[in-house]
């Protein structure tokens, strides 16, 4: 058992690996990717995923009422820490990342080189903390791989299953000004 010191708790210090995932948003034709550690399941069918309402896609969420989650490889490091290092009002994140945009089921742009992609219509939205939380439904899964190295985050290091990949807020500049 780990233990924690409350003062750390208190902080917002949240221990432990979590999942790193791009969340996909808005219309096929304008889009955007941004990268979030805040995700997670609520029950069978409901997951949710914390934005700052100043993001971009918090925006686009807001106005479309549906996103993607789109779970990544270790493999593509560089992309997913690039995608939370710059905003989509700025760039085209497919086109810089060159991530293969697919349109789901709802019509929301996925990434096609993502091992499960999941589609979801908002449910609810509340603000906590910082963050607006996306409460959504699933709507359709695109599951394309078995065996994958998936991509946590612990504190500022990204991590697969044999160790450090790269640093955040570092390993994704390499794809600045290309």
């Not at 432990?16 to 029950?43: D, R």
């Not at 270790?74 to 697919?102: A, H, M, N, P």
Request: charged share 30%; net charge positive; glycine share 10%.
């Amino acid at each position: 058992m780990v233990k924690i010191k409350l003062n750390k708790l208190r902080e917002g210090v949240i221990p432990g690996p979590k999942p790193v995932a791009l969340v996909t948003c808005g219309e096929p034709e304008k889009s955007n990717i941004i990268t979030v550690s805040y995700v997670g399941q609520l029950s069978n069918g409901l997951m949710y995923v914390g934005i700052r309402p100043s993001r971009y896609s918090n925006r686009l969420i807001r106005k479309n009422k549906k996103f993607g989650i789109n779970y990544m490889d270790t493999k593509f490091v560089k992309e997913v820490d690039y995608c939370g290092l710059v905003s989509g009002r700025d760039v085209d994140k497919f086109k810089i990342t060159k991530f293969t945009k697919k349109v789901g089921n709802i019509g929301i742009p996925l990434i096609e080189e993502s091992p499960l992609s999941i589609e979801y219509v908002v449910d609810e939205i509340l603000r906590k903390g910082e963050h607006n939380i996306f409460i959504g439904e699933v709507r359709s899964i695109r599951r394309r791989e078995i065996r994958v190295d998936w991509l946590f985050h612990n504190g500022f290091k990204y991590f697969g299953k044999n160790g450090s990949v790269g640093n955040v807020y570092e390993i994704g500049k390499r794809l600045i000004n290309i």
